[in-house]
């Protein structure tokens, strides 16, 4: 009886320190001309978990109207870890398909709007950095696409204060290249929330659930790999 209660404890506070955890993702964007590399890490309990997502390519495909994309995971820092890489497209037709299936789950959820303001807004932004270099050659188009660039990157930082809490302020910087066509831009974000906000989230949205099973598309795959 005495270890059953035990177990019983021991499991209650597994549970609630898994609902006061915060969950810290990482997102590192790179872009350069025609090349993308992006890398998202999810980490918990101070980087003891992690799980590492890398994508080291995105591309136009030159034979279809598609993005070309390759991709790998990890768990941890060990690399024997690494799961292989992959490579698939994003199509026109897998769009579509998860935006109506957005849309039909939207339309089961009653309050859908509410429920999600109320957890971005739970959600903390720790740091933010995003730096540009750019030109075209043209000292007069390069300055103006310098000045919309930064019309831009101060339109993002207002959307992002208006909706999510920023600990600081975001790093921003536009350096402007007069002699040669360049583009390129790195950003870097790391935000926070705890995971029993999620959970809730998760729970309210079960509670509001209205109809029946959506009509949702299966058939029709956002990734579609390629051999």
Sequence with gaps: MNWLVIALIIIILFI????????????????HNDNDELKIQFRI??????????????????????????????????????SPTKEGQITKEGLMGKFTNAKEIIHHVSNMNVIVSKFIKRIVIKHFEWHSLVGVG??????????????????????LSNFLRLKEMPILSVTPHFQMAILQTH?????????????LAGLKLIKFWKGGRPNLKMDTALFEGKN
């Excluded at 101070?46 to 390519?57: A, S």
């Excluded at 950003?187 to 959970?199: H, L, M, P, W």
Aim: some cysteine.
């Design 16 to 31: 609630l320190l898994i609902i006061f955890s915060k969950l810290t993702i990482l997102l590192n964007y790179f872009h």
């Design 45 to 82: 309990w101070f980087g003891l978990i992690r799980y590492t997502i890398n994508v080291p390519l995105v591309k136009i495909d030159d034979n279809s109207p598609s993005i070309v994309v390759k991709g790998s995971t990890q768990m941890g820092d060990s690399g024997e870890k690494e």
């Design 138 to 159: 043209d000292a007069a188009h390069t300055g103006i696409i310098t000045g919309a660039l930064w019309t831009l990157k101060g339109s993002v930082v207002g959307m």
């Design 187 to 199: 950003i870097t974000c790391i935000f926070q929330f705890r995971i029993g906000y999620a959970i």
